[in-house]
């Protein structure tokens, strides 16, 4: 057993004690982190399914362009001059 008048021991008693609470405070938070980057995840997760959704609209929306475009410039080659 350590003799508790020396230093040393009082100090290395000090440094366990730290230890110990910040493990205790790191136990404690570990639910509210894991559930933080739980919702962090779904979030990303739902932002990119809206930015995939407007991706495929915006390019509907081209290919429909291009198909009015090409259904014009077939139309006006039909008209002679």
């Known amino acids: 057993m350590a003799d508790h008048s020396d230093p040393q021991a009082r ?3 000090q440094v366990i004690d ?3 609470q910040t493990s205790a405070a790191v ?3 570990a639910p509210a982190v894991a559930m933080a980057s739980a919702y ?3 979030a990303h997760a739902a932002s990119m399914a ?3 959704a ?3 609209q915006q390019q509907g929306f081209i290919a429909h362009q291009a198909a009015t ?3 014009v410039a077939m139309l006006l080659s ?3 001059d």
Do not use: E, P, R
């Open 50 to 52: 809206a930015l995939n």
């Open 40 to 42: 962090q995840t779904l």
């Open 78 to 80: 039909l008209i002679d």
């Open 54 to 56: 407007v991706h495929a």
């Open 69 to 71: 475009d090409k259904a």
């Open 27 to 29: 136990l404690g938070q």
């Open 11 to 13: 100090a290395n008693q």
């Open 18 to 20: 730290a230890l110990l």
